[in-house]
Nanobody, 129 residues
């Protein structure tokens, strides 16, 4: 069974930085796409960015482009979300997710229609103004 465990959230001031980690286990993830999402209270879950485990190609939401960076450590089966220049509007619960390309289905998670199959429990990020 796939398990995704996020860590690294916390309280930070505007302009600060945080690095979130997502430890993945239970499968061989080489063909997977790993994503980061976030959800603020009263809002739908939204895409932050993703990385292909094989090759490391990334893409990001416009709202975080240039400020957030996703990377992975193959040896540790861990994906990271480095967040810099944080803003109060980045406050949310951040989720790691895994998309198995062999599973062709869409699900609704936090109000978001998505093909991501596995989700972590989330970690809270609060940016104070």
């Amino acid at each position: 069974q796939v398990q995704l465990v996020e860590s690294g959230g916390g309280l930070v001031q505007t302009g600060g930085s945080l690095r979130l980690s997502c430890a993945a286990s239970g499968r061989t993830f080489s063909s997977y796409v790993m994503g980061w999402f976030r959800q603020a209270p009263g809002k739908k879950r939204e895409f932050v960015g993703q990385i292909r485990w094989s090759g490391g190609a990334t893409n990001y939401a416009d709202s975080v482009k240039g400020r957030f960076t996703i990377s992975r450590d193959n040896a540790k089966s861990t994906v990271y979300l480095q967040m810099t220049s944080l803003k109060p509007e980045d406050t949310a619960t951040y989720y790691c997710a895994a998309d198995d390309p062999s599973v062709l289905r869409a699900v609704v998670v936090g109000g978001l229609v998505t093909t991501y199959d596995y989700w972590g429990q989330g970690t809270q990020v609060t940016v104070s103004s």
